[in-house]
């Protein structure tokens, strides 16, 4: 592609001359004159300032529509060279829940690495909507979920079991208590994760399978992170509910105590995301490594 598509791509992707700048390591003006050189070349005005920000005219969605499909053709046709060669060359952008993400996925990309090294990977990570809206607005090509609902747009993979589980700090009043009854649970001050995150979507519908509602809990806060809820039950009086996964170190140190609660439980799925229709060929070398990675 010409060197100007990529920073016309870039500046419409951010809507930002600036953020723009940084993506492709050139200044700020270098970015105008590619944009007017491509304006010129075309005939026709990219952009539009409105107050304070940038959009596309209806010119430049057009030009950004055709330019997304050649740069994925260029991408293609990287991999089957690169095919012909075993050396598999093209670009991958994943998208991960904030559990995935930091629990699970580091291990698979870097092994995937190790065997694809010529495939540049970009991991985005985030709650399960934001990540959902970035495969849907294909800033994404594949996405890593955690909570149960789907879209009829996007279709869904089930690719490794985990579980939610109630916990504590070790120092908490609670840590001695093994197991405790679901109404004495939703009394306990408990944290839980944002709004939108896929661990609190699978905790309310399980809260609802037993005729409880968020509301019913002692919630005292919402954190943006497991890791914060972590460091967060240092000097807490309370629980939380968070991945297993997320906990290995912290229950071999004996910083965190599990709490059973009786009759309740939350298993979950992760799940592979991909739009519907057909999967372009670096997507589906990562869907094939990841189905023969052994958990």
């Given at each position: 592609m010409d060197h100007r598509d990529k920073v016309f791509l870039a500046v419409a992707e951010n809507l930002s001359f600036s953020k723009a700048a940084e993506e492709m390591?050139?200044?700020q003006p270098a970015v105008t004159k590619h944009i007017k050189e491509l304006e010129s070349r075309l005939n026709s005005t990219l952009f539009e300032r409105k107050g304070n920000r940038i959009h596309l005219t209806k010119a430049g969605?057009?030009?950004y529509e055709f330019l997304k499909k050649i740069q994925q053709q260029y991408e293609e046709l990287e991999f089957e060279?690169?095919?012909l060669n075993d050396t598999f060359k093209g670009t991958l952008r994943l998208g991960a829940s904030s559990t995935i993400s930091q629990y699970v996925i580091p291990e698979i990309i870097a092994a995937f690495y190790k065997r694809y090294p010529s495939?540049?990977?970009?991991?985005y990570s985030g709650n399960s909507v934001d990540i959902q809206k970035k495969l849907i607005s294909e800033d994404i090509d594949l996405a890593l979920v955690e909570n149960n609902s789907s879209l009829s747009e996007l279709k869904y993979i089930d690719f490794l079991e985990?579980?939610?589980v109630v916990v504590t700090g070790s120092n908490s009043v609670y840590a001695?208590?093994?197991q405790i009854a679901?109404?004495?649970f939703i009394e306990i001050p408990i944290v839980l994760r944002e709004k939108g995150s896929g661990t609190l979507e699978v905790i309310h519908q399980a809260l609802k399978k037993n005729e409880i509602r968020l509301d019913d809990m002692n919630i005292i806060m919402h954190l943006g992170s497991t890791e914060a809820i972590k460091n967060f039950l240092i000097n807490f009086e309370g629980v939380a509910i968070i991945s297993e996964k997320a906990i290995e170190k912290e229950l071999l140190l004996?910083?965190?105590?599990k709490i059973k609660v009786k009759g309740f439980q939350l298993p979950r799925k992760f799940r592979i995301v991909l739009k519907q229709g057909n999967i372009s060929n670096t997507p589906q070398t990562f869907l094939n490594f990841l189905s023969l990675h052994n958990f």
């Open positions: 390591f050139i200044s969605k057009v030009n060279l690169g095919r495939i540049n990977l970009h991991l985990d579980e939610l001695k208590r093994k679901l109404s004495d004996k910083n965190i105590v």
